[in-house]
């Protein structure tokens, strides 16, 4: 099944922040009779900090600013340490922004799974809505990391298209022609999978697939 260009687009609006709405939190509106909800979870801050604003790479760089410029400097030594404290203090400042910037995005995520479709509640400064329909779905792959977390990503059928600045921080990074809605920084990752499974097992086939490319293990939809 496949849908205009502009049909996932406008599945993405404002979410009524009135207060009226006294449903599920992460779902815009009270789910229809007969879908359930499956399966929530929110992003860990840590996980954005790292893999999406790149906090160790902004650490290193700050790190090899300071040993360069202790290496060649020629001035006197209070003149070094002063220059030393300010950038290592510019390195604070840096961290304290991104690391603001993950918590932010991580408490204002919510991740629903449900039998008929799949739901992104994220925006700090304006809640955006995305709902996935699961026939619009042909695979979702998982890539696990260190600190425990993966990052999901749904590949859409063709057809299929949404915009890469409106999806962001929750695109496939450098995927900008075929743009690939990305769960990133979850925890129970494992039964994320299974819940997906299970749903596109009832009524289509599944078969796991590799992709050799980036390490990405995924469950392919068959319909």
Do not use: C
């Not at 690391?99 to 008929?116: F, M, P, S």
Request: glycine share 8%.
């Amino acid at each position: 099944m496949t849908k205009g260009p502009d049909a996932l687009v406008q599945a993405i609006g404002g979410v009524d922040d009135s207060g009226d709405f006294n449903g599920i939190k992460g779902l815009p509106e009270s789910p229809p009779d007969g879908e359930e909800v499956v399966w929530q979870g929110e992003p860990k801050w840590g996980a954005l900090s790292t893999r999406l604003f790149r906090l160790r790479l902004v650490l290193v760089y700050f790190g090899l600013l300071a040993g360069f410029t202790a290496f060649i400097s020629e001035a006197a030594r209070p003149e070094i340490l002063a220059t030393l404290v300010w950038q290592f203090s510019l390195a604070g400042l840096a961290a304290l922004i991104l690391i603001g910037l993950a918590w932010l995005y991580a408490t204002t995520t919510v991740y629903t799974v449900t039998d008929k479709r799949l739901v992104l509640e994220f925006g700090v400064a304006f809640t955006m809505s995305l709902n996935i329909p699961w026939d619009l779905v042909e695979s979702a792959a998982t890539k696990t990391f260190s600190d425990g977390t993966a990052d999901v990503v749904i590949t859409l059928q063709q057809g299929n298209a949404i915009s890469y600045v409106t999806l962001w921080p929750f695109a496939r990074p450098w995927h900008f022609l075929k743009v690939q809605p990305m769960l990133r920084g979850v925890e129970d990752h494992a039964d994320l999978v299974k819940k997906i499974a299970d749903i596109v097992d009832e009524s289509n086939s599944v078969t796991d697939t590799v992709d050799k490319s980036d390490s990405f293990s995924s469950v392919r939809v068959t319909t």
